[in-house]
């Protein structure tokens, strides 16, 4: 099952391709190598918001992780052509989160897992998970990666 397939049998699609707020580009492609910009998690009219671990439970934060992660799977398609040519190198997740929060790994797994059911072995990444004071717009999750096209 392609990328795209396993896509369609979860019920998901693949947003547009955002275009950036600000001096930079979606991605950048350095030989095989895909470093795309951070995303939060789009919905229709702006982002989801707020703080994990006071507006946000774990659970929704989640979602956003994985909404967030369909939007760099978008991306990363725009940059390979085609998901089947994408592996997962690395995931930098930051979320919105109460000091005192300390579950930022379970949030990021929204990215994680997403990546590993689409596109399988080639989704399993390095990660990192953090905490932030705020993200830009409040929103609860931005998420950048590095991608690799493989042959």
Do not use: W
Request: charged share 20%; proline share 7%.
């Amino acid at each position: 099952m392609t990328p795209e397939e396993k896509l369609q049998s979860l019920g998901l699609s693949l947003p547009d391709v955002p275009t950036p707020v600000a001096n930079y580009v979606p991605f950048r492609l350095v030989g095989d190598m895909i470093y795309l910009s951070g995303q939060g998690p789009r919905k229709p009219g702006g982002y989801h918001t707020g703080k994990v671990g006071r507006d946000v439970t774990i659970e929704e934060a989640y979602q956003h992780a994985r909404i967030t992660g369909l939007g760099l799977l978008a991306v990363a398609k725009k940059a390979a052509g085609d998901l089947s040519r994408v592996e997962v190198v690395k995931v930098f997740g930051m979320v919105n989160a109460v000091p005192e929060f300390a579950d930022h790994p379970k949030v990021i797994n929204g990215c994680s897992d997403l990546f590993v059911e689409v596109l399988g072995e080639r989704g399993r990444h390095a990660r990192s998970a953090i905490g932030m004071g705020s993200l830009p717009n409040n929103m609860t999750v931005e998420i950048e990666a590095i991608m690799r096209i493989v042959s």
